[in-house]
């Protein structure tokens, strides 16, 4: 059994979510009513600014219980942790499970992108990917989830009605037309009913 196929039979699932204007507040509420740690680990890719040090695993790890950090270069992705992509990085997963933080081109203006992320585990997960998109000002997540769709895995865009800014949803929702609208407490109780431990 090759390196990728060992980690693949480790991780069965894992959920990703982007996210940019308004994405901490609705980040926040999330993981805020999630009791017990997940059994899967979570990728997080929300624009940020590229300099300046911005505590944001701190700023989310305020009010909930779940394990919440920074990605950091070639440390193995665990279920249960909450990762969040570094400033000024795209933030991957290699094929040994491992993180991987890339200084590789802007995509929709943006690094970290949502876009990059997305497609990158499609590529490892398949149709095991959960992929989210919440409040945001441009496109990026769009085409990501359009990807994670098309192999079958479970899309979920926040309510537009209720996201601070519905530009990134109504863009992910036109490229994954099935995806189910939720309000962020529903986000919450779907990832708490089929993913906790």
Do not use: W
């Not at 308004?22 to 740690?37: D, E, H, S, Y």
């Not at 000024?88 to 200084?103: A, C, P, Q, R, Y």
């Not at 990501?144 to 098309?150: D, E, H, N, R």
Request: with cysteine; glycine share 8%; charged share 15%.
């Amino acid at each position: 059994m090759n390196q990728k196929a060992a980690f693949i039979k480790k991780s069965n699932n894992i959920v990703v979510i982007g996210a940019s204007a308004g994405g901490i507040i609705a980040l926040k509420t999330i993981f805020g009513q999630i009791r017990k740690p997940l059994n899967c680990p979570v990728l997080v890719v929300i624009h940020r600014p590229k300099k300046g040090s911005h505590k944001l695993d701190e700023v989310l790890g305020y009010s909930s219980n779940l394990t919440i950090k920074e990605a950091t270069n070639q440390e193995p992705m665990l279920d249960g942790i909450i990762y969040l992509a570094a400033s000024n990085h795209h933030l991957l997963v290699e094929s040994d499970g491992k993180l991987l933080l890339s200084l590789s081109d802007l995509v929709n203006f943006s690094r970290p992108s949502i876009d990059v992320t997305f497609y990158n585990v499609v590529k490892q997960f398949g149709d095991r990917v959960t992929g989210i998109v919440l409040t945001g000002a441009n496109e990026d997540g769009a085409n990501g989830l359009g990807a994670i769709a098309s192999v079958g895995g479970k899309t979920i865009v926040q309510e537009l009605q209720e996201a601070q800014i519905p530009v990134m949803p109504e863009a992910a929702l036109k490229m994954a037309p099935n995806s189910k609208q939720m309000t962020l407490n529903e986000i919450s109780n779907y990832l708490s009913s089929n993913f906790s431990s």
